[in-house]
């Protein structure tokens, strides 16, 4: 049985990146993406919030055009006028 490291890679705005790695060789290499909402607290601090799939897990998408796409979609039903964006999580 071979055995699993885990690495996490922190990168901006508190998003991680996750690789599993055997014998130091990365095994999966695949971009993803996935959509922020960042939102303006009373104390004019931004906080960024990733978005859910109904399975309360982390919503990502194979393409930047589909997650781009719904993050527009958020954004033009937002009452509260929040920023949605596509973001690229990199390899896992």
């Known amino acids: 049985m071979e ?4 690495f996490y890679i922190t990168q901006a705005k508190d998003l991680c990146v996750l690789i599993f790695q055997i014998n130091t060789k990365i095994i999966a290499k695949m971009e ?10 009373e104390n004019k601090r931004k906080q960024s919030i990733i978005i ?4 309360e897990e982390i919503w990502e998408f194979k393409d930047f055009e589909s997650a781009n796409r719904m993050a527009q979609i958020f954004e ?3 009452d ?5 964006y596509a973001r690229k999580v990199g390899n896992r």
């Open 52 to 55: 859910l799939d109904n399975a």
């Open 32 to 41: 993803s993406w996935i959509i922020v909402k960042e939102i303006e607290l």
């Open 80 to 84: 509260s006028g929040w920023k949605y």
């Open 76 to 78: 033009k039903n937002s």
């Open 3 to 6: 055995k699993f490291n885990i």
